[in-house]
C-alpha cells in the first residue's frame, strides 16, 4: 500500500504545475552537502519524497506517516540522513556525486509542492607548484633588472582559476597586462629594490583553495652568478657545432671515392680484373 502510495504521489507531482527550480548546493569531495527543503508559507508537510534525477533516477528518502526512510537501493544508501525538518544530508561525499535532485512535499490539505535542487562536487584544490624562469643576457654581472616568468599549476585537478598576489605591498592586485594562459603565467621586471618582494599563485574553485609562494630575485642572482651559462649561451654553442657535423657526414657520403658518374666508373674498373681472371 505504502509503495503504491508512493508512486502515486510521483504520478501527481508531473501534472502538478508548482515547481521551483535553480537552487544550487555546492560541496567539497570527502564533505557534506545539505539539500534544504523549501516550503510555501503556511505549508504544513504531511509527506515528501526525495529523488535523484540525474544521472540515474533514484529514490533517496521519503517521509510517510510520521516516519523518516532512507534505507533504498541507491548510490547514497548508507551515506543520505533525512532531518527532522525534512532536509536531506549527503557525507561523505564523492566525485560522482553532483548531479540534479527532486523533493516533493504535500501538505495536509493535499496541495503538492516540488522543488529542484543542482549539487556540485568539487575535489579539494592541492597545493599548486610555481616555477621560475628567467630571461638573461649573456653578462655573468649581477643584471639592474631581471625579468621573470612564474609558471603556476596545480596538478590532476579541473574547474580552477589561476591568481596572484604581491606580497609585502598595499596594492595586492596584479594588472591583467602581466597574466597568461589563463593566468597560469605571470610576467614581472624586478630591479634591486625588489630583492625581499614575494610572488603567490592562488589556485581556487568555489569550495577550496591554496597557495604556494617564491621570491624570484633570488633566481636571478643564482642564473647570474660567475661560472653559470644561462640556456641561450649553451644553444649558441651547441647548435652550430651539430650543424657543421652534420654537414661534414652529409659531403663525405656525397663526395666519397665512389660517388659520381666517372668515380664509379673508376671504382668498377677496379674491381673488374678481380673478377675476369677465370679459376684454372
Known amino acids: 500500500m505504502a509503495v503504491w502510495y508512493l508512486w502515486s504521489l510521483l504520478l501527481w507531482e508531473a501534472l502538478l504545475p508548482f515547481v521551483v527550480t535553480g537552487a544550487q548546493v555546492q560541496g567539497q569531495v570527502g564533505g557534506s552537502a545539505l539539500l ?17 534525477l540525474w544521472p540515474s533516477e533514484e529514490l533517496l528518502a521519503t517521509f510517510f506517516r510520521g516516519s523518516l526512510e532512507t534505507l533504498y537501493h541507491s548510490r547514497f544508501l548508507g551515506r543520505a540522513q533525512l532531518h527532522s525538518n ?11 556525486d553532483s548531479g540534479n535532485f527532486s523533493v516533493l512535499l504535500v501538505d495536509k490539505e493535499g496541495r503538492a509542492w516540488t522543488q529542484t535542487l543542482q549539487l556540485k562536487v568539487y575535489d579539494a584544490v592541492p597545493r599548486p607548484e610555481v616555477q621560475v624562469f628567467i ?41 591583467p ?40 630575485w633570488e633566481s636571478c642572482h643564482r642564473q647570474a652568478a660567475p ?30 671515392p665512389c660517388s659520381g658518374k ?17 679459376l684454372v
Not at 199 to 206: A, D, E, K, R, T
Not at 262 to 277: L, S
Request: charged letters at 20%; hydrophobic letters at 40%; a negative charge.
Open 177 to 216: 597586462g602581466g597574466l597568461f594562459v589563463d593566468g597560469q603565467v605571470l610576467s614581472v621586471s624586478l630591479g634591486p629594490g625588489d630583492k625581499g618582494v614575494a610572488y603567490s599563485c592562488i589556485v581556487s574553485n568555489p569550495v577550496s583553495w591554496d597557495l604556494a609562494t617564491v621570491t624570484p
Open 227 to 256: 661560472g653559470m651559462a644561462s640556456y641561450k649561451d649553451v644553444l649558441l654553442v651547441v647548435v652550430p657545432v651539430l650543424l657543421f657535423l652534420i654537414l661534414a657526414g652529409l659531403s663525405a657520403w656525397h663526395w666519397g
Open 86 to 96: 525534512l532536509s536531506l544530508e549527503l557525507r561523505p561525499l564523492e566525485s560522482g
Open 36 to 52: 534544504v527543503a523549501e516550503r510555501p508559507p503556511g505549508f504544513q508537510i504531511r509527506e515528501a519524497i526525495w529523488r535523484s
Open 135 to 175: 630571461a638573461v643576457s649573456g653578462d655573468a654581472q649581477l643584471p639592474k633588472t631581471c625579468q621573470v616568468f612564474l609558471s603556476c599549476w596545480a596538478p590532476n585537478i579541473s574547474d580552477i582559476t589561476y591568481s596572484w598576489r604581491r606580497e609585502g605591498t598595499i596594492d595586492l592586485d596584479i594588472k
Open 262 to 278: 666517372k668515380k664509379k666508373d673508376v671504382c668498377a674498373d677496379e674491381v673488374a680484373p678481380e673478377t675476369e681472371n677465370p
